[in-house]
């Protein structure tokens, strides 16, 4: 049986004025025990992937304003992937794609040469670029510096960490990426608030842009043809 993966949709909440600013696409994949991540995203092809956000964008369509999917730098190279892209912000228009520049290692290491005009063409083609999990895995400073220009986002995930935003080293870290943010002129989204203490915490940073089980959990979203339950198919 092939692997059924869909995408949830999650709000992104801007405090400021209290109102959804933008959703983020996150796959699944239907397992025995109820949907969840995938092992492996780099397991999943990438003719399914682009299927997938195809037809998901164009359900989306004139619903959102900012519509942002994960990329990891091996999908930014693959040609399959990049077609679906922008194809999906087509779909979208006029709401923008932000393509979300994941801390997913690949199997080949691609500089930042190569990486640069992919970026470049998705923003000519009217995407915006976020940098995701910065100040984790391969999204450090020093990895992502060349690219920061290109950037209009940065995303600092709370849950990357195995403590929490009390723990002084993250606060550190919060206000180093709210510094890179301002320096830039880019948006800086915290995900990963679970509780009204991260709320409340949150507000010390001037973060206004927020992501979080607090405001809103992934919530499938189901396209033409799919049952209203999905259940995993069992042996008779």
């Not at 730098?73 to 040609?79: A, C």
């Not at 995701?132 to 391969?138: C, K, M, P, Q, R």
């Not at 409340?200 to 033409?224: T, V």
Request: charged content about 25%; glycine content about 6%.
């Amino acid at each position: 049986m092939e692997p059924i993966y869909r995408y949830f949709v999650q709000p992104q909440l801007n405090l400021l004025n209290n109102t959804v600013y933008g959703y983020e696409l996150l796959i699944k994949q239907l397992t025995p025990d109820g949907w969840r991540l995938p092992e492996s995203f780099a397991a999943i092809s990438s003719q399914v992937t682009s299927d997938l956000l195809i037809a998901t964008t164009k359900i989306l369509g004139l619903k959102v304003r900012y519509c942002a999917v994960n990329i990891s730098r091996e999908q930014l190279m693959d040609t399959t992937v990049a077609k679906a892209i922008i194809q999906s912000q087509v779909q979208l228009y006029p709401a923008k794609l932000v393509v979300e520049l994941t801390e997913e290692r690949s199997p080949k290491d691609y500089p930042d040469t190569m990486l640069i005009p992919h970026l470049r063409g998705f923003i000519e083609h009217g995407m915006q670029i976020s940098l995701d999990d910065v100040g984790t895995g391969i999204n450090d400073f020093k990895s992502i510096q060349e690219i920061l220009p290109l950037a209009s986002e940065l995303k600092f995930a709370l849950q990357n960490f195995r403590s929490d935003i009390k723990d002084p080293k993250i606060q550190q870290k919060l206000h180093f990426w709210r510094a890179i943010s301002s320096e830039y002129g880019l948006r800086l989204i915290l995900e990963g608030i679970e509780d009204a203490e991260d709320d409340r915490l949150s507000s010390h940073f001037d973060i206004n842009l927020r992501q979080g089980y607090y405001y809103g959990k992934p919530q499938l979203l189901r396209l033409p043809g799919d049952p209203v339950n999905f259940e995993y198919p069992t042996m008779n």
